[in-house]
């Protein structure tokens, strides 16, 4: 095995939201469903919808706000990862329109499929690209248009995504005591029959037929879903932390995936974490998949409530299953 050079500390942050805004009212408008069962149930208020373009566009919108906030020039970039389920297409990869949208034009990249962990899972894998001092600025993205796949007349799942994108930038500290410390992640296909898209990849192909059957939006068993997340998204970050002999007082925050805000309690609850100490954001953007966990450290940072020194647990599960959680302690001023 190489040898760590470096840590990998996040140092430049960016995210991107669409103004269109379709609320709780909006879906007792289309559906059989009341503001009341989705607050209830979910935590969510409302979400946001991409009405043009597809996920490139969030993409690139988050990454240029990372680059003008940051200040730097996108020719600096060494790697583009984006983390998505909804590409614009099956190919190119939408880190190469990214990459022609921004002028990286000394980057290479891919985009990574994950789910809803695909933050996570791009984050271990940016950072191992700087530790190993191979690359020195990496561009990663949590970016899904939701909407793109979400069946509007199912109430079940269309009051839960929305759109969203989200970046950061991961290069190289010479202090060990900031950025990623370390990672738990997980795979496990039996997860198949709850959660998927039955059309559109190699195994069915898109035809009239898929079409006429529905095949190409997510296929979710909502009840089976909830429980494999509640026992794996608890489980791993409680892990985590007898890993790294943390205390609930250690932690200054956990940062969540946002599928359903029970779902999030209940992992706060078995790390004996309070929820003042939960980043949340699912009540005004849902659950946008690869970009709730950026779009969360974002926001927090902006807001003056994140600060240098925190030590904090990234928590993620989803399709596939895929699960895991990161122990970081934050770097930027
Ligand atoms: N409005 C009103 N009623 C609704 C509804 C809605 N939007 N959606 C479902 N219901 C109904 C159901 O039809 C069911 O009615 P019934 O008892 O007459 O059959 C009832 O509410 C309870 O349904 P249930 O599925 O038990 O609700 P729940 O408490 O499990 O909540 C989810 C449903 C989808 C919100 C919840 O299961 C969930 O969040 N699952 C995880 C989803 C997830 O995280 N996905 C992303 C993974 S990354």
Redesign the pocket.
């Known amino acids: 095995m190489r040898e760590k050079q470096f840590n990998a500390a996040i140092t430049g942050l960016g995210m991107y939201v669409p103004d269109k805004i379709y609320d709780n009212a909006y879906f007792e408008k289309i ?4 503001d009341e ?2 607050r209830t ?2 935590g969510i208020k409302e979400r946001r919808i991409l009405e043009n373009g597809g996920t490139s566009v969030l993409a690139t919108k988050a990454a240029e706000d990372l680059l003008k906030s940051k200040k730097m020039s996108a020719e600096e970039i060494d790697v583009i990862i984006v983390a998505t389920v909804t590409p614009d297409m099956f190919f190119p990869a939408t880190a190469c329109l990214v990459q022609h949208n921004i002028g990286a034009k000394n980057a290479w990249g891919f985009d990574l499929s994950a ?2 962990s695909g933050f996570l899972f791009g984050y271990q894998t940016a950072c191992s690209f700087v530790e190993s001092g191979d690359y020195k600025k990496v561009l990663l993205i949590g970016a899904d248009k939701m909407s793109s796949i979400t069946d509007y007349s199912d ?2 799942n269309c ?2 995504f929305g759109d969203a994108g989200a970046a950061v930038l991961i290069e190289p500290t010479e202090d060990k005591n900031y950025g990623l410390q370390n990672s738990l992640l997980k795979i496990d296909g039996s997860g198949l029959d709850y ?1 998927h898209m039955k059309g559109g990849g190699s195994l069915n192909p898109p035809t009239h037929e898929t079409v006429d059957k529905n095949m190409h939006i997510i296929y ?1 068993e ?2 089976a ?2 429980k494999f ?1 509640v026992k794996g998204m608890a489980d791993i970050s409680y892990e985590i932390m007898k890993k790294n002999n943390l205390t609930a007082d250690d932690i200054a925050y956990l940062v969540p ?1 946002q ?2 805000l029970r ?1 999030i309690g209940a992992t706060a609850e078995r790390m004996g974490i309070s929820m003042d100490k939960v980043m949340i954001n699912i009540d005004k953007y849902g ?1 946008t998949t690869a970009a709730t966990i950026p779009s969360c450290l974002v926001e927090y940072y902006r807001s003056g409530k994140l600060k240098k020194g925190d030590k904090l647990i990234l928590a993620s ?3 596939g299953w895929t699960w895991g959680a990161c122990y970081l302690i934050w770097s930027m001023e």
């Not at 559906?31 to 009341?34: A, C, H, K, R």
């Open positions: 559906v059989d469903t009341s069962w989705i149930r979910t789910a809803c109430r079940n009051i839960l959660l979710q909502g009840k879903v909830f997340a995936h599928a359903n779902i659950n599960f989803g399709a």
